[in-house]
């Protein structure tokens, strides 16, 4: 694989049984690049046909696949983590020329996709099991755990390679076959990264891809074929709760990575120069557009003044552009959609009492860019406190009690992440405990990790990725009774 962004070496069929494909209308679909709308590629349009056909392949591979060996399975995932690494430039290329990212942060998430590859292939010999007797001592209680079966699997477009590695290494290492369905936004990085999977010696119809343009369509056939036995899904609540209803009717185990509404919290006794450090990161990692991303700054009413000025400041010193080009910090939105509910959402602050500090504007020129932007005396029925920004803009309320923040932050039916900026380990327990999510940030505005379980709670998800247990998604528990 080139170094950089070769529209010639892009793989844009379906891959599926080990082959790539085109879909049998001959259909594709085309991806544009945010930063110019320029057309990069066009990629297979797959449907229900070809949905069917990756399905059937997953299902018949998966006998033989459940039956691998750990350390077959360690191996393959330790080889393709050596392949990512190795063509971190390439991928990182093509993530930004179809999703936006500047290009730092794009081998940032190369970095951290091939890291969960490594994480579960030292996973993949430790899945262990259990042993114990009944109370009444007359049995031997066995518990062992085998692959759960066929899995669905959907990703969205802002994290296109590290969504499909939290998701594709946990069900290889405990020896799961796939269907995977990229978002159509960003199908490039998937399609290469499965491209890897296959140089790295998966066996044939273990991991099927299909893009299309048709979601609902795909993935119905995959939750009604009675093959696939688990979904995971990382994307919006709405489509998640699709889902979760379409799974119940075959009663599919279910992992949902859906929306958040992070508080970030900054009492009065916090180092401010850590808490704007934080809240650049929380904020401004992928233009905003991350489920994690910082959505309600809630800053303690006797340092909103300096922490807004000396945020409003880094903010308004960010370099805005193409993501390809060198310098540049913050890139275009994925889509026209994104950008006009950026602007809405700016628009309704600004009429319930909102200051702008800085930006606040569309640049001109093409790409879905918008700039960087602070607001500070947000009203708390403002409708970006209740919605995912998706977008680079912090939004500051003033508070002057603990308990009257915990409410605030805990008033939303989301529960994926919070973060709280103190110097008192005790109110730093305080927040960690009573906070209703799943990840806590304390002093840092990054909380992703392949060690740890990532996921929310309420209707932020069910399950979790990463850490010892993301592998237990991908697995059942048999028990088995033995007369002593
Ligand atoms: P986002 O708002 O981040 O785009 P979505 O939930 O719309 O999140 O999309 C996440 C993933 O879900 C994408 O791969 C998308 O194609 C897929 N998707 C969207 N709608 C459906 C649907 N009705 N059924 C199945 N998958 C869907």
Known sequence: MSSSFDPSGLHTELFIDGAWQ???????????NPATHEIIAHVADGG???ARAAIEAAGRAQAAWGKSTPRERADILRRAFELVIANTDHLAAIMTA??????????????YGAEMLRWFSEEAVRIGGDNTTSVDGNTRIMITKEPIGPCVLVTPWNFPLAMGARKIAPAIAAGCTMVFKPAELTPLTSLALVQIFREAGLPDGVLNVVTTSSASAVVETWTGSGIARKISFTGSTQVGKILLRQ???NVMRSSMELGGN?????????????AVDGAMKAKMRNMGEACTAANRFYVHRTVVGEFSEKFAKKISELQVGNGALAGTEVGPLIEQ?????VESLVADAVSKGARILTGGTRPEGPGYFYTPTVLTDVSIDSELMNTEIFGPVAAITPFDSEDEVLRLANDTEWGLVGYVFTENMGKALRFSQELEVGMVGINTGVVSNPAAPFGGIKQSGLGRE???????????????????
């Open 22 to 32: 085109k879909a049998a209308s001959g259909a594709t679909f085309p991806v544009e």
């Open 48 to 50: 229900p046909e070809e």
């Open 98 to 111: 179809e999703m936006g990212k500047p290009l730092a942060e794009a081998r940032g998430e190369v970095a």
């Open 247 to 249: 799974a119940a009717d």
């Open 262 to 274: 992070a508080p970030f919290i900054v009492l009065a006794d916090a180092d401010i120069e850590k």
């Open 337 to 341: 959609k994104g950008l006009d509910k």
């Open 466 to 484: 990463g850490g010892k247990i993301g592998i237990e998604e991908f697995l059942e528990y048999k028990y088995t009774a033995i007369a002593i």
